[in-house]
């Protein structure tokens, strides 16, 4: 399995509503949510004692809702720690391992996933299945899709675990409020509704909740895990490119949330025609399976099969990937432009071409960047590791059960 960041999926969710204990009707499941909110956010395992003060509630308060907590398998209890002082050892709180789990789901060009991911972080299952997508049937590859998804469920199941839900990653325009993919040029896929088609069930029978989302910007959510900054750009290089905008720790989506289809940004009017339907679009340029086709490769290749021909001083891979990198480059550049950003990731395929395409993009965003002189543009590899996607979407399932926990304990 894929190494995978340990850290918490709520390191963003420090104690919400600014920390003070509610006085309205819901003030049970409100506490709940502030000492949720303490554990999870915390930069180390913190007693009852801490979250008393980080929360402003009682000591008692906190005492019994953390045992629901605990009783409801989202906070485990560490072995206690003698006090320096007289009183009684302090018990350090931790996110529970292996108890409620969240489902990532992902149809991509080139390959289907299906990823479970504890509060702690850690994978628990997962599949992979890889083969081209390109003008596939959506009814055939959501049922291959299901039965990936029922092999996890049913996997973390047997070993007492609770799957809270799943979140499906998909590329192309995805209207969220109506869990519909409007349109994705590189699957050949409009208008489908995926949800009713996956028509996940647990187990007992019980329906899986499952929500819809760009891939790219689940994939921007998969770097929140590590140590980024709380505003960056995150660019997905796959067959197609596609960003997500996190503006302080949130992603950005725009009036409909169809923001950051960067791969259909035009770098050469005169240049080939997209799946799009335009012409000289930057996935023409900087897309994976031209990346593969330049350096004489079938596209169906492994993105390092492109890394080992540059490690070799290939001719045509490193003209290929300079290309790229410039087109790329200029696009971003445009981008810092208009929304004034300091940091950009660089994910997907682009992660393990950095050592060449990175520089190179970083070097054209420098001399295209207005303001570069005064404020230098951090290009960097994203660190959230192969098929972010599957990880940022279990990560937002487990994000909403610490956010909204009585229902859990």
């Not at 509630?57 to 560490?78: N, P, Q, Y």
């Not at 409909?256 to 996935?283: F, K, Q, Y």
């Not at 350096?295 to 993105?303: K, R, Y």
């Not at 054209?364 to 005064?374: I, K």
């Amino acid at each position: 399995m894929p190494a995978t960041p340990t850290t918490t999926p709520e390191r963003a969710s420090r104690v919400p509503d600014g920390g003070a204990a509610s006085r309205q009707h819901t003030l049970r499941e409100r506490n709940l949510r502030l000492v949720a909110g303490a554990v999870f956010g915390a930069d180390g395992p913190p007693s009852r004692a801490d979250v008393a003060a980080a929360t402003g509630l009682t000591r008692a308060t906190v005492s019994t809702l953390v045992d629901r907590l605990v009783a409801g398998g989202l906070v485990a209890e560490l072995p206690p720690v003698v006090a320096q002082r007289a009183g009684r050892p302090a018990v350090p709180l931790v996110p529970a391992r292996r108890t409620v789990v969240g489902l990532g789901l992902e149809v991509n060009v080139d390959y289907l996933g299906a990823r479970v991911l504890d509060l702690v972080g850690d994978v628990v299952a997962e599949r992979v299945v890889t083969g081209s997508l390109h003008d596939s049937d959506p009814r055939e590859v959501l049922a291959r899709l299901r039965g990936l998804a029922v092999d996890v469920v049913a996997e973390v199941e047997a070993g007492g675990m609770r799957v809270a839900g799943a979140r499906l990653a998909l590329p192309g325009l995805v209207d969220v409020r109506g869990a519909r993919l409007e349109v994705a040029p590189n699957l050949g896929w409009s208008s489908v509704e995926p949800v009713p088609e996956l028509d996940l069930r647990t187990g007992a029978g019980e329906a899986v909740d499952v929500e819809v989302a760009n891939e790219a910007k689940l994939a921007a959510l998969a770097e929140l895990a590590g140590e980024v900054p709380p505003s960056f750009l995150y660019v997905s290089g796959d067959v197609g490119v596609g960003a997500g905008i996190v503006v302080d720790r949130q992603l950005f989506l725009g009036e409909r949330g169809w923001n950051g289809e960067i791969g259909h940004v035009v770098v050469d009017p005169a240049g080939p025609r997209c799946s799009c339907g335009a012409t000289g679009c930057l996935e023409q340029y900087a897309g994976k399976e031209v990346l593969l086709r330049g350096a004489g490769l079938p596209s169906s290749a492994p993105v390092h099969a492109v890394v080992d021909l540059l490690r070799q001083g290939d001719d045509a891979a490193l003209a290929t990937v300079r290309r790229a990198g410039r087109a790329l480059g200029a696009a971003l550049a445009t981008f810092v432009n208009l929304v004034d950003v300091s940091t950009i990731v660089l994910g997907g395929a682009y992660a393990e071409l950095f050592g060449w395409v990175g520089p190179v993009v970083a070097g054209v965003v420098e001399e295209r960047a207005l303001a570069a002189p005064f404020a230098p543009v951090d290009v960097r590899p994203a660190a959230a590791g192969p098929h972010a996607a599957l990880t940022g979407g279990a990560r937002e399932v487990l994000r909403s059960v610490v956010a909204d926990p009585a229902g859990w304990v």
